[in-house]
T-cell receptor, first 115, second 113 residues
Framework: NAGVTQTPKFQVLKTGQSMTLQCAQD?????MYWYRQDPGMGLRLIYY???????DKGEVPNGYNVSRLNKREFSLRLESAAPSQTSVYFC??????????????FGSGTQLSVL | DQQVKQNSPSLSVQEGRISILNCDYT??????FLWYKKYPAEGPTFLIS?????DKNEDGRFTVFLNKSAKHLSLHIVPSQPGDSAVYFC????????????FGKGITLSVRP
């Protein structure tokens, strides 16, 4: 049972470099999410995709782009990395975006450092 | 506007005793509340939830209490075990289609053997 798989687990970038964080889920979930976790800030939503073919901004979308490649995969791209984007990134998925009691299932995270 | 507040960043308790983790929230009376647990180098995992129509929900050693008049949520762990040492996030989701979870900053629980 893989659940939600994120790659890479660790990444170091220089300011201005670009990269894509990959996420895939094998639970046939409809919705997928990208969060970032910073010390003392909790989990903040960057972007989400309620269903295949749709994406929407979350709380902190600036500096990021996303692609919902298919139902399984949801990638997060940093076009020009900045030190402020140093964080731990979590991908999550859920079955039904319209159910109030819906739970999120998280990947194990990507530790990103931008120097 | 911080909609979910976990004002105590850390808590340390003795093994076997009760752990009480607190959470305050603002806005809607009809939100749905969840607690997530996170170990180092792992993603958060769902622990327990409660609907706004309930005052209490219990699952084994874990009980969540909801005080709607005070807009306060608490997670009780009895008895606490060293394996409970983790970061605990309180989260809420308002009613309505496609609404999003809002997380608190988290509380680091340490259970001393």
């Amino acid at each position: 049972n893989a659940g939600v798989t994120q790659t890479p687990k660790f990444q170091v970038l220089k300011t201005g470099q670009s990269m894509t964080l990959q996420c895939a889920q094998d639970m046939n979930h409809n919705s997928m999410y990208w969060y970032r976790q910073d010390p003392g800030m909790g989990l903040r939503l960057i972007y989400y995709s309620a269903s295949e073919g749709t994406t929407d901004k979350g709380e902190v979308p600036n500096g990021y782009n996303v692609s919902r490649l298919n139902k399984r995969e949801f990638s997060l791209r940093l076009e020009s990395a900045a030190p402020s984007q140093t964080s731990v990134y979590f991908c999550a998925s859920s079955r039904d975006p319209f159910a109030t009691n819906e739970k999120l299932f998280f990947g194990s995270g990507t530790q990103l450092s931008v120097l | 506007d911080q909609q979910v507040k976990q004002n105590s960043p850390s808590l340390s308790v003795q093994e076997g005793r009760i752990s009480i983790l607190n959470c305050d929230y603002t806005n809607s009376m009809f939100d749905y509340f969840l607690w997530y647990k996170k170990y180092p180098a792992e993603g958060p995992t769902f622990l327990i939830s409660i609907s706004s129509i309930k005052d209490k929900n219990e699952d084994g050693r874990f009980t969540v209490f909801l005080n709607k008049s005070a807009k306060h949520l608490s997670l009780h762990i009895v008895p606490s075990q060293p394996g409970d040492s983790a970061v605990y996030f309180c989260a809420k989701r308002p009613p309505g289609a496609n609404s999003k979870l809002t997380f608190g900053k988290g509380i680091t629980l340490s259970v001393r053997p």
